[in-house]
C-alpha cells in the first residue's frame, strides 16, 4: 500500500524537464514524439524513467529505450488523471481483476487495453517490427518468454 502512496504523490509531482524532451525527440520520429508529449506529464515521466533504467540494463539499446518510451503510449486514447489511475488500481485488486469485463467504462478501458490500442497507434503511424509491437502489445502479459520484454515488464514494475 506504501508503495501506491509513493506512486500516487510521484505522478502528482511529476515533471519532464526541456532536456529530457530533447532526450526523448533524440530516441523518437517526429509522429512517434508528437504521440509521446500527448501523454499526461506524469505517464511521461514514467515512460522515460523506464527508457533510462532500460538503457542502462541493456548497455544503451536503442530499441529497447524506445520501447521504454512507448510501450504505454494506447494512454493517449483514453488519457486518465492520477486519482482515476489510483481508482482502477485499487478496483482492479479489490475485485481480482474481474472489473475488466467493465471495459465500456474509460478508467477500464485505458488500464486493461492500452496495450492492444498501443500497438495499433504505432502500426498507423509506421512500419514496426515483430518484436517491437510485441513488446507494445504484450508488455502486461505475464506468459511472454521473450527475454528483452520480460525486462521491460520488469523495469515498468519497478517505476
Known sequence: MLYRVKQFIKAVTATVTGEEENWVKGYLSLAEAQLFFRLKV???????????????????????????????????????????????VLLDKLTQGRIKKYDQLKMVKCYYKHPQLGCELLKSIGAYNHFFLEGIKGHHQKEIKEEKIRLLQEVDNLC
Do not use: F, W
Open 42 to 88: 506524469y505517464e511521461q515521466r514514467h515512460c522515460i524513467d523506464v527508457a533510462k533504467i532500460l538503457g542502462e540494463r541493456t548497455l544503451q539499446d536503442r530499441e529497447m529505450i524506445r520501447l521504454g518510451l512507448l510501450h504505454d503510449i494506447g494512454k493517449i486514447k483514453y488519457p486518465l488523471n492520477p486519482i482515476e489511475k489510483s481508482l482502477i
